[in-house]
Structures are given as structure tokens and as C-alpha cells.
């Protein structure tokens, strides 16, 4: 049921995620240069900003346009991520000004948001509808801007007209709100003329205030016509702490960078101190470790029970003369019990016995499958707990065991970071709701499937491949394609997400590995490896001489042989020695007239395993879209570089957040 749902979480969800994360990367650009757009006109822009006391900015733009050729509507672009520039202390200053556009409104029209080229563009207007004449779009938004980490004081700066507008504006008004009162007597408006920077392009009024409200109020109405790529940028000087509450620079960005590297650094920590193996000895063996049934060596040589392990214990009680095993026909078995148990059998190996001999004294397979899946289940949950409560047999450290939950949890910390990091932002329930619910799921399925028996049983035999399989399986590339898909479509950092879901995955992967064998389960792993290097290895006159002392030397090799797949090789050895072989007490073939070989043998054994695997395996109880072509629009970055002279306030046109470009489709 597990790998079938990785299979279709992986068919269904992988192309969706590809698509969340391909639709920003290939939506229709709006990079490249602007150019005037003959097709419209803009008598008038005009912008309500209310300042917030933690330096974030209620944006109201009203922009009136007049089609002349027919439109979809109109889009805006607005820059989050590039370079403010002003004066600090006569010295131009370049600062990182990565912002967060959030609470996205358009009155009376259908609009789209999606993120190009270190944008957020707002698309507006319907692909099924084309306008002409005046029409007036009304766009809401929130700006939150970090703590500029200037000492001195604080400051607005912000591009109110986006120079990369393709028209003429005809008229701009500003209203400006502030939550207190202060000095903005250096307040400025800036924009281009003839490539210069003036200052004199709006008429400011006296600062107005308090309200009702408490807050403070400046306007300003342009003098003349703003022309094409002038653009209007405001800045204005505050006290230092004038903001309060602002969010601090990176600060959640770097909590979560400090987590993606510090989880899987821990978790290789806690596998180098507590998980790593002791170096197993392997030792020259011809019989299996004392005291161990085949379905015990089953479990320690590979580090999971599966259903060919518990077959093997037919052939060990059949060698111990306590059932029968009949060829009724090429594909059906029958087992008849001959005599009870020793006493001094195993707990398992007693329960699965009585199991399936409760129903009578012969068992065809054929028709008691669910009885044997049954007793087999039970049978390997008990001999998993046998181990387990014995501390002189335990497989595994105790402490390791710990280490390796401690990694399972540390797992989970660059995902909670991730979503701690996105959450910090103003976004609704939903967004949190689709951010959140995902990644913990996400390291559920993954962290309960890890720690499961059917798991955590990895690899005795070889951990490099067990663990590869782990990292490499449909449920991780589900979870990965969840992640970024979310970082893409949601929150719109691709990246930051797979570096989240590679530290994650490292991160279980280590605290897989972080369970150490305990002494008893290293010497007899020894033990074990040298049997199996023994089976396939051994020269010819070794095997001779052991079967010359013991004639049941192949048939008590045998289920041993078994549970580690090397049954053909083993009857292969024998076969080229030229024995003859007599057929065992406890087997009946169903074809009398077949010469009985070790081949031979091998191949009912096979028919035989078949058969009972087939019984056993029945059941037991048990978006976003962007700017069409052909539109005028920005680079995608923050312009104003090299445009002009500094005002005497240390701004120029275009310098500040915000702004951008923006045209028709």
C-alpha cells in the first residue's frame, strides 16, 4: 500500500508541481527594455499611501488610462528585490532593498499576480474581454520594508510614479499618512527633466494633522505633465525610532539558512558519536552460529524479515523430523505434521508451528492461505520482540536508538523554519494553511516510515544501498516536488525550498544511518558473512569432505543457504561433485519417474517457495499568471542607477523601493 501510493503521489503530483514551478520561470516576461506605448494614454495617477508605524506602507494607486487601440486592461510591476540608492554623509550608499508586496486588491476587476524576474507583477483585465476608451484601475497593496540598519535615523524612500510607465501621466496626486507627528520640512518629491533631477515637479502643502485618527497627513499635486520615464520618487529623513516593530533585516532568512546547515551537520554528529558500526570481523564458517534458526539468520543477515525467511523454518523442522512436506502437484504442497516441537524451541518458531497446524494435522496450502499469512505476520512480529527484549541479543545501542530519533526530530527544523520564515509576513489563513499543512505531512509520511519496523530493519548487509533506496524512493521526490512547488507557486523562493527539502533528506538519511549494532550483533553478522562467503566460494574437495563426514551436510546447509538466495549456488556445488543424493525422509515429489537431483531438488524447493508466497500474500487479518507578449514593460530590478544628479536631500528619480514599470495587454 506504501509503494503504492509513492507511485501515484509521484504520477499525479510531480507534473503539477513541475508546472507551479515552471509557470513563473516561463510565463511571458516583462524583462528587457521599455519603450513608449502609442496605444495609451494616462491622464492621471494618483497615489494614498498610509505610513504604519513598522515601516510598512498601505498602497492605494489610482490610474487613469484611455485605450487607443483595444486592450485586455493594464499591468503593474513592481520590483522586491534590488538597490536603493541616496546620500548618507555626503557618500553615495547602495542598500539591499528586498521588500514584500502582500494583501493584493483591484476593485471591480479580475486580476492575476506571479513573480518575474525579481518582480511581483499584477495582471489585470480578462483574455476574453478587450476595452477601449477611459477606464480607471484602483490597485491596493501593502509594502513591507526591513529595518535599514542605519543608526542615525530612519527614513522613507519610496518610487511613487514607476519610471518604466509607457506614457505621459497628465496629472499625479500624493497622499501621504503618518502615524505621528514630526519634522518633514526636508521632504522631497523627485523626479527627471531632460535627464536632470528636479525637485520642484509637485506642489507640497504644509503638513496637516493630528485627526481624528491621530495620524498626519501631507499632499502634493503636480505642476505639469510627468513625462515618459521621469518616474517620481518621495524620501523624506525621520527620527531614529520613528519606526517601531519593524522586521528586522534577513532575520528569519538567516534562522532558517542556520537550520538548513545545522540539522544535518547535528545529524552527523549524532551518527559519528553514538551510530557509527563497529567494523564487522568476518569469520571462516561451514556451519550457521549456534543456536540460530534460519529465520533469525534471515533477519540478522539482511535486517528485515520477509515472507522467504519464514519458509525456511519448513525445511528446519522437516530436518528435525517434525513435518512432511508433499509434492501433491507441480504447483500444490501439502504439510503434515509428524510430531510436536523440542522443548527448548524458539518462542516464534513454537507460535507459528501451532499456528498452522491448528487446523489439522495436513495443511494444503492452496487452501489455507490466509492461515499461513496470519502466522507469519504474528511470527514476525514475535521474533522482532525476541530480540528486542533481551538485552544480551538486542540488535541495536539503546543510545543509538535515541541519537536516531533526536535526528528524526532535528529533521523537521529547516521545514518548521522554513514556514516560521514565510509566516512572519502579513498572508491570509489559506496561503498559511497550503504553506504549513504540506511540510508537516510531508515529514510525517517520511519520519513514520522511518521509524517503522518494516523500515528501520535497513540494510545489515549493505547500508550505503538500503539508505540510497530511502533517499532515492517515489515518497522523497513527492516531498520535494510538494516543497518546491509550494516555494514556487506560494511563496515564491524555488530555491530555499530544495535547499530546505536536500537538508531534510540529508538529514533523515544520517539519522537512518545513526543506529549502531550492539556487540552480539556484529560477531554473529561476522559469523554469518563467512557462511554466505562459504557457500559461494568454497572449493570443491572442502564441501567434498563435509559432506563425507555429515551425508545431511546439504540438507541442513540448506535453509541457511535459503534465506540468504544462494539455494541454486549451494545445490550447484553439489551438483558438480558428482554425488549422489538421496532424497530426503521429509519430501514427496509429485513425479516419481524424475531422476532426483540436487538441481532437481532445487528447482521443486523453488516450486515449493512459490507456492507458499503466493499463499502468504493474500491478506491477513490485520496560480498564477503572467504578462502577455508584446507589452512594454521593466527590466524587473530597481532603476535609477545612473539617471541625473542627487537632489539636495541625497534622492534621486527612481532611486527608492517600489516603482518599476508597468503598460497594457
Given at each position: ?157 519610496l518610487n511613487l510614479i514607476p519610471k518604466e510607465w509607457p506614457t505621459d501621466i497628465g496629472s499625479c496626486s ?92 547535528c545529524c552527523f554528529l549524532l551518527w559519528l558519536i553514538f551510530g557509527r558500526d563497529r567494523r564487522v570481523v568476518?569469520?571462516v564458517e561451514f556451519y550457521p552460529p549456534d543456536g540460530l534458526t534460519p529465520a533469525e539468520i534471515g533477519l ?366
Amino acid at each position: 500500500m506504501t509503494r503504492l501510493f509513492s507511485r501515484l503521489a509521484l504520477v499525479f503530483f510531480l507534473p503539477f508541481a513541475v508546472l507551479c514551478f515552471a509557470a513563473p520561470v516561463f510565463a511571458d516576461g516583462s524583462g528587457g527594455s521599455y519603450s513608449a506605448d502609442d496605444g495609451l494614454e494616462t491622464p492621471s495617477y494618483d497615489i494614498n499611501i498610509i505610513v504604519d508605524e513598522d515601516n510598512s506602507f498601505r498602497v492605494t494607486e489610482r490610474i487613469t488610462v484611455n485605450f487607443l487601440e483595444s486592450s485586455h486592461g493594464i499591468y503593474r510591476q513592481i520590483p522586491i528585490e534590488g538597490t536603493a540608492y541616496s546620500l548618507v554623509n555626503g557618500e553615495k550608499v547602495a542598500q539591499d532593498a528586498r521588500i514584500r508586496i502582500t494583501d493584493i486588491t483591484v476593485e471591480d476587476y479580475s486580476f492575476t499576480t506571479s513573480a518575474e524576474n525579481g518582480s511581483e507583477v499584477i495582471k489585470i483585465g480578462s483574455a476574453d474581454k478587450l476595452l477601449t476608451g477611459e477606464h480607471v484601475y484602483t490597485i491596493r497593496y501593502r509594502i513591507r520594508w526591513y529595518d535599514d540598519r542605519i543608526p542615525d535615523y530612519d527614513s522613507i524612500y519610496l518610487n511613487l510614479i514607476p519610471k518604466e510607465w509607457p506614457t505621459d501621466i497628465g496629472s499625479c496626486s500624493v497622499l501621504l499618512s503618518f502615524p505621528k507627528g514630526t519634522d518633514v520640512s526636508g521632504a522631497e518629491f523627485i523626479g527627471m527633466e531632460s535627464g536632470r533631477t528636479v525637485t520642484d515637479i509637485m506642489d507640497v502643502q504644509p503638513l496637516q494633522g493630528p485627526g481624528a485618527d491621530g495620524r498626519y497627513l501631507l499632499s502634493a499635486m503636480s505642476k505639469r505633465t510627468i513625462g515618459f520615464g521621469d518616474g517620481l520618487t518621495f524620501r523624506v529623513v525621520l527620527p531614529e525610532g520613528y519606526f517601531a516593530g519593524e522586521k528586522m533585516f534577513y532575520t528569519e532568512e538567516i534562522v532558517c539558512g542556520i537550520a538548513i546547515i545545522a540539522a544535518p551537520l547535528c545529524c552527523f554528529l549524532l551518527w559519528l558519536i553514538f551510530g557509527r558500526d563497529r567494523r564487522v570481523v568476518e569469520t571462516v564458517e561451514f556451519y550457521p552460529p549456534d543456536g540460530l534458526t534460519p529465520a533469525e539468520i534471515g533477519l540478522l543477515w539482511d535486517g528485515k524479515l520477509q515472507n522467504r525467511d519464514m519458509i525456511s523454518m519448513f525445511i528446519y523442522w522437516a530436518e528435525k523430523g517434525c513435518i512432511e512436506i508433499e509434492e501433491s502437484g507441480k504447483k500444490d504442497f501439502i504439510l503434515h505434521k509428524r510430531g510436536g516441537l523440542p522443548p527448548d524451541e524458539k518462542p516464534f518458531s513454537k507460535q507459528m508451528f501451532d499456528s498452522i497446524f491448528s487446523h489439522g494435522e495436513s495443511i494444503p496450502l492452496r487452501d489455507f492461505n490466509k492461515e499461513i499469512s496470519s502466522a507469519f505476520y504474528f511470527a514476525k512480529e514475535n521474533l522482532q520482540c525476541d530480540f528486542d527484549k533481551d538485552s544480551l541479543t538486542a540488535l541495536y545501542e539503546r543510545s543509538s536508538i535515541a541519537a536516531r530519533r533526536a535526528g528524526l526530530i532535528l529533521a523537521f527544523i529547516p521545514i518548521l523554519a522554513f514556514i516560521i520564515s514565510q509566516m512572519a509576513d502579513a498572508m491570509d489563513f489559506l496561503a498559511k494553511a497550503v504553506v504549513l499543512i504540506p511540510g508537516i505531512l510531508f515529514f510525517i509520511i517520511i519520519a513514520r516510515s522511518s521509524s517503522s519496523r518494516s523500515i528501520a530493519r535497513y540494510s545489515a548487509a549493505n547500508k550505503g544501498r538500503y539508505i540510497a533506496r530511502i533517499v532515492f524512493s517515489p515518497l522523497i521526490f513527492f516531498g520535494i516536488a510538494v516543497l518546491v512547488a509550494i516555494g514556487a507557486a506560494v511563496l515564491r523562493e524555488p530555491l530555499t525550498a530544495i535547499f530546505v527539502t536536500v537538508s531534510t533528506v540529508g538529514s533523515i538519511a544520517l539519522a537512518l544511518l545513526a543506529r549502531k549494532r550492539t556487540l552480539y550483533y556484529t560477531r554473529a553478522l561476522g559469523k554469518i558473512r563467512g557462511l554466505n562467503r562459504f557457500i559461494k566460494t568454497a572449493e570443491l574437495d572442502r564441501i567434498n569432505m563435509l559432506a563425507q563426514e555429515n551425508p545431511e551436510y546439504f540438507y541442513h546447509i540448506l535453509p541457511y543457504a535459503w534465506v540468504m538466495d544462494l539455494t541454486d549456488t549451494w545445490a550447484g556445488k553439489f551438483e558438480k561433485l558428482g554425488l549422489r543424493i538421496q532424497p530426503p525422509v521429509w519430501y514427496r515429489g509429485y513425479d516419481n519417474n524424475a531422476p532426483f537431483t540436487y538441481l532437481y531438488f532445487s528447482s521443486a524447493m523453488d516450486r515449493y517457495t512459490r507456492s507458499v508466497e503466493s499463499a502468504a500474500h493474500q491478506p491477513a487479518a490485520k496560480s498564477g499568471g503572467g504578462r502577455g507578449s508584446g507589452e512594454s514593460g521593466g527590466t524587473g530590478g530597481f532603476s535609477g542607477g545612473g539617471f541625473g544628479g542627487f537632489s539636495g536631500g541625497g534622492g534621486f528619480s527612481g532611486g527608492g523601493i517600489g516603482g518599476g514599470g508597468g503598460g497594457r495587454w
